[in-house]
């Protein structure tokens, strides 16, 4: 028993404490894991139906008793709406694949090529591939072991940022030795941040005019999860407020809303598509729209916002729509998140 222990030390011996040249360096590197939400691997009914399925499962996006909600999803939503998502999805696809998948992945190529040598930098999706679970199994092939996590939510939120928690943890329960880690649960008030939002509507409004109303649209969320103590909506209100202020726009010039809800219940309101309905009828005919929660943009910004809701705009007697971009992988963007990242690195 002695000498068969004897060899089980040595081998770790010579896996954690004698590694080579090329090991060691690797071993005094950060992994840096930026997450965001997920996309479906195609636009297609079946890699929807997948996708939602993992998605709608999350018991932090969806706050309803299993069972209930095991009926209504397998009974009734996975039947009818991965059609209709596909379709949506067919409309933004790119060569590349999902908006959110290039752009993400953009954004970690930029900001691996600011951190250098003192962080190796992955993506992960909370949903879809590449799974966050992929991205921690290569950091610890490459026996890093300190790891911070940037979900690229700026407001925290239960469901997203929550979830990318509990995301990392189901993984790293499962391993024998669990790595340092850092988890960042927000950045809505880092100064580069709120200055890089600032200048894309200022960039905007250069190119654009000034317009009559300036809405800041963020997802939604029932309004009985606010109720419950989650801080999202206090936080996206906070962004508009700080993002007007660096403007030095007035404060009924901005207006925050809340899109993409879904289901019978109330949400946190008031809600993005009857606030543009409502707009014209008020005298309001230029509008610039844009989405700070998303830190790439999606389906939910370049189909629901672009199309849909310019479309409720509209045909409800509005004359200019404009949709102001996410940040994506614009250089004040990234110089933000790795602001952001160099305070825990």
């Not at 636009?43 to 299993?66: G, K, M, Q």
Request: with cysteine.
């Amino acid at each position: 028993m002695n000498q068969g222990y004897r060899a089980v030390n040595d081998r770790v011996e010579e896996r954690f404490h004698s590694p080579t040249e090329e090991t060691r360096a690797v071993q005094r590197k950060t992994g840096v894991l930026l997450t965001n939400l997920g996309t479906p691997d195609a636009p297609t009914t079946p890699a929807l139906r997948r996708y939602l399925a993992e998605f709608l499962s999350d018991p932090r996006v969806i706050e309803v008793p299993r069972l209930l909600w095991n009926l209504i999803l397998h009974g009734v939503i996975l039947r009818v709406r991965p059609k209709k998502s596909a379709e949506a999805y067919a409309s933004v696809w790119e060569d590349e694949g999902s908006p959110l998948l290039s752009i993400t992945q953009r954004q970690g190529e930029a900001v691996q090529s600011a951190l250098g040598e003192k962080a190796l930098v992955k993506i992960g999706m909370r949903y879809g591939n590449p799974s966050i679970a992929s991205a921690l199994r290569e950091f610890q092939e490459q026996g890093i072991r300190r790891i911070v996590t940037l979900p690229l939510y700026p407001q925290y939120a239960a469901p997203t940022t929550g979830s990318t928690f509990d995301a990392l943890a189901d993984e790293l329960k499962t391993w024998r030795w669990v790595p340092s880690v850092s988890f960042i649960n927000g950045y809505v008030d880092n100064p580069l941040y709120i200055s890089a939002l600032a200048q894309s509507v200022q960039d905007h409004i250069n190119a654009h005019g000034l317009p009559e109303k300036i809405l800041f649209s963020y997802h939604g969320m029932p309004k009985r999860y606010l109720d419950n103590g989650d801080p999202y909506y206090c936080l996206c209100r906070k962004t508009t407020r700080l993002v007007q202020e660096k403007l030095g726009l007035e404060e009924d010039r901005c207006l925050t809303t809340f899109q993409s809800r879904f289901g019978r219940e109330e949400w946190l309101k008031p809600y993005t598509d009857e606030t543009l309905m409502q707009l014209p009828k008020d005298g309001v005919k230029h509008i610039a729209i844009l989405s700070p929660a998303f830190s790439a943009d999606c389906l939910e910004t370049l189909e629901e916002l672009e199309v849909e809701n310019r479309d409720y705009f509209m045909e409800a007697g509005g004359e200019q729509y404009h949709y102001i971009p996410a940040l994506n992988d614009r250089d004040d963007h990234i110089a933000a998140i790795v602001d952001v990242l160099r305070k825990e690195l």
